[in-house]
């Protein structure tokens, strides 16, 4: 089961870190998406890191400005958003999976926490 937290309101140019913790598993034999959905828009992959390593995915309106890291110790992957912008408000979400393929061409995520929301206005 997925947990994604650590949403809120805040000013632009503020600074957030979402986490996706995970209960009954390990989140190391997974690859693990952040996605997001704002009103009225289809949902959007906005970075990804594969179960394997390697460079992670960024969608090119985060580039520069997201983060995704893994706490192994703490069964835990962050999202570090920095910079943000009003049209970063949506509601974020984790998924995780198990496939051994690099997380930008995973379609079929098999598990998915509940959405943290993020607001971003002046």
């Known amino acids: 089961q997925l947990q994604a937290s650590g949403g809120g309101s805040v000013r632009p140019g503020g600074s957030l870190r979402l986490a996706c913790a995970a209960s009954?598993?390990?989140?190391?034999?997974?690859?693990i998406g952040w996605f997001r959905q704002a009103p009225g828009k289809e949902r959007e992959r906005v970075s990804c890191?594969?179960?394997?390593?390697?460079?992670?995915f960024y969608a090119d309106s985060v580039k520069g400005r997201f983060g995704i890291s893994r706490d192994s110790a703490k069964n835990t992957v962050y999202l570090q958003i920095n910079s943000l912008k009003p049209e970063d408000t949506a509601l974020y979400y984790c998924?995780?999976?198990?496939?051994?393929?690099?997380?930008?061409?995973?379609?079929?995520?098999?598990?998915w926490g509940q959405g943290t929301l993020v607001t971003v206005s002046s």
């Open positions: 998924a995780a999976d198990p496939s051994l393929l690099p997380c930008l061409v995973i379609n079929g995520w098999d598990y």
């Open positions: 009954g598993g390990t989140l190391d034999g997974y690859a």
């Open positions: 890191v594969s179960r394997s390593g390697g460079r992670p």
